[in-house]
């Protein structure tokens, strides 16, 4: 989903598709994918006295405003946290997809009205949120129990202000690895050890194409090296530090010379054929999934989620987990806590307990949201993690080291707009006879129309 832009958790990535992330069926759908999107409040049927403290007959209601699939619920979090609270009840409020839900919280937080306890911001978005509403969020880094040394370095900075104010904690990062089938990798005459694997592309994404040239070589009949330009070109501009904005904020896409090579690059898989004709997270794409129309895919934790949710019976245990050419991350949400909801004090407590590394390391182990606590990597639910779609890779210490690897990239107020851009209305035309030049012009366009606005 993550986000998770996921195309997310999760479109985005902070890439350009929205944020999913369930394990299962991952956020993924929630952000880009096409459906009615509506918002819907689960509380469980508890009534609130609107008590701060909890006193009286009633319960205190802490409500979530969340997009797409978080997985806090699914995960059993706010049953374990009303156990260890009983004067607290959790309710969510959710809008499926990221597009719809953001819009309205910067009108709710612009007039500090209709505001839940604690509000989602997806990794696509919190660059905006900090730089122009961080006055309307608690600073989080003084809540009790939050610890910035828990966190990964680069996921605490996202959402902290120049002047050291925190606006959200953060729930979950998209470390980004390469998910291969191994049966037609070994039908194609490619190594299949995940060691191996890795090294034919190590430290290039130049060498990444080489290997899809190897693999178009002896392709079994029907099959691309990867799924989606899309994708291609996400994972590729996700392990850049910078991207579409410089760090004193100005936008620098169309001049930054990874911009370019990244889109070149995959342009060019484009018109060799090493890539499938889809768009990420449609129907068409999902049948190829199904049918198992491609050997790789630019995989984040919450995307082995998609693919099993995606995947025929018998694809489980053919798909193992290689390193990424550079590492690099796609989704992410955070948390944060809006000085006008009615509850500031338990949300905070709440949030805090929330995203502290224990349920971080639940949440990954039943959702496969990985944790952007670090200290959560030594967790049993970490280190000892599988999937049924890799058998025994060990996933979480290959997501780890792609977590703690990841450069501390600077994300600008409209990277999903950017994103989406270069990849719906830009590399995907050449799978459809475009040029490379045709492609980036028409991108382009798109873009800067759409900035203007």
Known sequence: MRGRTLPHSRQGSSGGTPTVRKAVVIMAVATLGAGLLAGCADDGGDDDSG?????????????????????????????????L????????????????YYPALLNHLTTSSGLQ?????????????????????????KAPGVKKSDYLDWKWAQATTKDGQTIGLG??????????????????????????????????????????????????????FMDSPGGLLNAILSSEKEKFYD??????????????AGFDLTAKAAEEGLVGAQTQFQPAWDTTIANSKFAAVACPP????????????????????????????????????????????????????????????????????????????????????????????????????AAKSSPVQVIGPKDQIIQQGLTDNGVILVTKGKSAKEAWDTATKTIDNNLEK
């Open 171 to 224: 729930t979950d990062v998209g470390p980004m690895a390469i998910c291969y089938r191994k049966d037609l990798f070994e039908q194609a005459g490619l190594p299949t050890d995940r060691a191996e694997v890795s090294k034919l592309w190590a430290g290039d994404w130049n060498k990444f194409i080489d290997a899809g040239e190897q693999y178009k070589a002896k392709a079994p009949k029907g099959t691309t």
């Open 117 to 141: 306890d604690i509000q989602a911001i997806e990794v696509g978005n919190i660059a905006e949120v900090v730089s122009t509403q961080a006055g309307k969020f608690e600073d989080l880094s």
């Open 247 to 260: 760090a004193s904020g100005e936008v620098i896409y169309k001049t930054n010379p990874a911009i370019k």
């Open 302 to 401: 919450w995307m082995l989620g998609y693919i099993k949710g995606k995947s025929q019976p018998d694809a489980a245990g053919k798909w193992d987990v290689a390193t990424a050419p550079k590492s690099g991350n796609w989704g992410g949400t955070f948390l944060g806590v809006p000085k006008s909801g009615k509850h500031v004090k338990e949300a905070q407590a709440f949030a805090a307990w929330l995203t502290a590394p224990a349920q971080q390391a639940k949440l990954f182990s039943v959702q496969g949201s990985f944790p952007s606590a670090q200290t959560a990597y030594t967790l049993p639910e970490v280190t000892g993690a599988k999937n049924d779609m890799t058998g025994d890779a060990p996933i979480g210490e290959i997501f780890a080291e």
């Open 85 to 100: 609270h009983p004067e607290i009840k959790i309710a969510e409020n959710v809008i499926e997809r990221n597009e719809n």
């Open 51 to 83: 008590s701060s403290s909890g006193g009286g007959k009633g319960k205190t209601t802490i409500t979530m405003g969340l997009f797409g699939t978080q997985g806090f619920k699914e995960a059993g979090l706010y049953t374990e946290y009303e156990k």
